[in-house]
């Protein structure tokens, strides 16, 4: 991650940033802290990929993970697996 992304955090923040292992994980860390991240931050989180992931079909909630590659999906609220 580019260095400029990491002004303004903590210390805290910094360690938490820096041992998400990928990219889901630092998504969510980005929510669970509360951040709006910009569509220039995610293309950098991305590797210069934004990928927009669909909504649920069941719940249409729009906290889906990637499950085994692209398009095998799974709903974090509702817990379906789709694709």
Known sequence: MRQEFLKG?????????????????LLQLAKDEGFELTEEQLEAINGGFLIRLPDCPKCKSSDVDFLVGPGMYHCNSCDLYFD
């Open 9 to 25: 955090l903590t210390e805290d923040q910094i360690a938490k940033v820096k041992a998400c292992s990928c990219t889901s994980d």
